[in-house]
């Protein structure tokens, strides 16, 4: 009796790690309060964060998107996880059923989250104009599927659409032929010289545009800060919108579209969500209590969303001093290096289930400081923001050292970890003086 009750009680903590791991994610975990998180759609460290966004402002819509709201001003596909800093939503896209409000800045339609659903890799709503809208992504392409309540709807494209202290600085939007537009967006905010180009593709054909907030344009192309561009379809059946993402110019995020021709929206969800199995896959624990399976497993998804890729697919990126480079020691180039909360405990991680990426991750560190003299302390889009005191990259590398990790050249990390270390700035001196910062020197 006793070992039947063992035998029992030992299949039974197996509970969780014995299925599938991406149902005890909840997105939505974190959005409330000061959690700064985003409940859209994203593959693991992808360029693209597709999400849905309030349109309000203040500390706590920093990732665009925040419980309490009842109203969603757009889609946008890049959006900052669990900071307090309030910059990207790149790139907004809104459903609307008629133009009645279409010139406005921002346009708030209300929903209701028991219309809201998501998962890893997907998210859903149905809005108060009773348009349902699905987003599902890829590393640098987003999947919109937009079920309109008629035969006629409208998308609206915002390249002047902003939260918090960003700003834009220019946008442009071309149509390139009856069902694709290109455009970018240039920002300025928490990062400076931002760019996000972009290049779109329609499943039916567009009936009718016109532009938005223009401050120059031709018949086909237009120009302006808080650009818009509206866009009619045929709606009597669903609308899928594939957007592409490139930081180095609309071309390239043509090509990237053009490769992305023959993915279909339920096949890219399906991949999205095979790729979070395998990520939650690697750390399994033993309990039945499934709300402590969903905040774990929740958690360790969140692991997954910084940094993030930077790069276009042939390694090429743009800083904000507009030099394009291109990245040779790895596979990609990852941004979004808030450092001084991740070396305690999130890199150590990495060392454990990110030992293949990892290399790429440092590798981004070192050309951050071939391409701005010192490791990086914060940066975002390849502008140093120099957030916080510290110098954060020295221990993450020391400690992937200490731990073997190859694919990274040594002894150049050495070289840029004692310069990082003897930087004349941000408190480095009185450090060096003290052991210690003084609250008074700086």
């Known amino acids: 009796m006793k070992y039947l009750i063992f035998l029992t009680t030992f299949l039974h903590s197996f509970f969780v790690s014995a299925q599938q791991l991406t149902k005890y994610v909840d997105p939505f975990l974190g959005t409330g309060g000061h959690g700064h998180v985003y409940p859209g759609a994203v593959v693991p460290f992808g360029m693209v964060q597709l999400s849905p966004d309030n349109g309000d402002e203040g500390w706590d819509w920093c990732a665009g998107y925040h419980y309490s709201s009842g109203a969603i001003a757009g889609f946008s596909h890049m959006h900052l996880s669990g900071t307090g800093i309030g910059d990207w939503c790149d790139i907004s896209v809104l459903p609307l059923t008629d133009t009645s409000n279409i010139r406005k800045e921002k346009i708030k339609i209300p929903f209701s989250h028991a219309d809201e659903s998501a998962r890893p890799g997907y998210y859903s709503v149905a809005l108060s104009n009773q348009i349902k809208c699905e987003l599902t992504a890829n590393e640098r392409t987003g999947f919109h599927r937009y079920t309109f309540p008629g035969k006629e709807g409208w998308l609206r ?42 290049a779109a593709r329609f ?95 929740t958690s360790v998804y969140r692991t997954c969303l910084a940094p993030l890729i930077s790069n276009d697919a042939d390694g090429v990126y743009q800083t904000h001093d507009n030099k394009q480079l291109k990245f040779t020691k790895g596979k990609n180039k990852y941004t979004v290096f808030s450092q001084w909360d991740v070396f305690r405990a999130l890199n150590p991680l990495f060392t454990i289930t990110q030992t293949e990426r990892l290399p790429d991750m440092i590798n981004s560190m070192l050309q951050l400081y071939e391409d701005n003299g010192l490791l990086p302390v914060w940066d975002l889009s390849t502008w140093e923001t120099n957030t916080m005191t510290g110098y954060h990259s020295i221990p993450i590398i020391a400690d992937a050292i200490l731990k073997n990790i190859k694919g990274f050249d040594y002894n150049k990390a050495y070289k840029a970890m004692h310069k990082s270390a003897f930087q004349n700035q941000r408190g480095t001196p009185e450090y060096i003086q003290y052991g210690y910062l003084p609250q008074d020197k700086h």
């Open 157 to 198: 494209f915002d390249m002047g659409f902003r939260i918090n202290w960003d700003q834009s600085t220019n946008g442009m939007l071309q149509m390139v032929n009856d069902s694709t537009i290109v455009g970018y967006r240039y920002s300025t905010g928490w990062a400076k010289g931002q760019k996000v180009y972009f």
């Open 203 to 297: 499943s039916s054909a567009i009936k009718n545009y016109f532009f938005i907030d223009d401050t120059a344009h031709t018949a086909k192309r237009a120009d302006g800060k808080l650009l818009k561009l509206a866009l009619q379809f045929a709606t009597n059946k669903p609308l899928l919108v594939k957007v592409s993402l490139s930081t180095v110019s609309s071309e390239k995020a043509l090509i990237e579209l053009n490769k992305n021709n023959a993915q279909q929206f339920n096949s890219v969800s399906k991949a999205a969500e095979k790729l979070w199995e395998k990520e939650l896959q690697k750390i399994k624990i033993n309990t039945n209590n499934k709300e402590l399976a969903t905040k774990f497993y």
